[in-house]
């Protein structure tokens, strides 16, 4: 039996480096302003951890747009997965072209294209889609804010998020 509703489980769950990161900065301070000495200067450290923890969990969670969704996503060893009910593929994480965002599906698709392969669509809110988030934000270049915005933002025809080798020409922006 369980004391908490499940939509609220839900919303701790996915601000979970954020909560860790507000225990963090409180044990930090309580350090700083108790005895003071070499556990104040560890009080310090707490306190700068816990901000960069706390920068980095609000992206997570803003990436993270639910769960529940068609297919499961796994990522092995340079491999993103993809078995859905209907289709399903692989991507090399090295060999992405590009990444797109498609808001026109119900629920939205990440759209990963590989040279030689079928292009992957991965709906949003896949369980294990989260995981997504580290190998998007190891793309080179890739700006991270312009990522969580398109997908928060409810565009409503695709965009490209990232691309390799741009195949547009040069005096027309992505951004």
Same mark, same amino acid.
């Given at each position: 039996?369980?004391?908490? =509703? ?12 954020? $909560?860790?990161?507000?225990?963090? $900065?409180?044990?930090? &301070? ?7 000495? $070499? %556990? ?12 960069? %923890?706390?920068?980095?969990? #609000?992206?997570?969670?803003?990436? =993270?747009?639910? #769960?529940?969704?068609?297919?499961? @996503? ?11 009910? &209907?289709?399903?593929?692989? @991507? ?8 797109? &965002? ?18 992957? *669509? ?19 270049? $890739?700006?991270?804010?312009?990522? %969580?915005?398109? %997908?928060?933002?409810?565009? #409503? *025809?695709? @965009? ?7 195949? =547009?020409?040069? *005096?027309?922006?992505?951004?």
């Amino acid at each position: 039996m369980s004391f908490i =509703r499940p939509e609220a489980k839900l919303a701790l769950w996915r601000w979970r480096e954020v $909560l860790v990161a507000g225990v963090i $900065l409180l044990v930090g &301070l309580s350090w700083i302003s108790g005895p003071g000495g $070499l %556990l104040g200067w560890l009080g310090w450290v707490l306190v700068a951890v816990s901000l960069a %923890l706390a920068v980095i969990g #609000v992206q997570r969670a803003r990436f =993270r747009t639910g #769960v529940g969704g068609p297919g499961v @996503v796994t990522i092995d060893e340079g491999q993103i997965s993809y078995f859905g009910p &209907l289709d399903g593929g692989m @991507v090399a994480t090295r060999e992405i072209e590009r990444l797109a &965002l498609d808001p026109s599906s119900n629920p939205a698709h990440w759209v990963l294209e590989q040279p030689g392969q079928p292009t992957l *669509h991965i709906p949003v809110n896949a369980e294990g889609a989260e995981a997504l988030f580290d190998v998007f934000s190891a793309l080179p270049g $890739l700006k991270t804010e312009h990522m %969580l915005s398109e %997908l928060n933002g409810g565009a #409503v *025809h695709p @965009v490209v998020i990232w691309e390799r080798q741009p195949m =547009r020409p040069a *005096h027309m922006r992505l951004h």
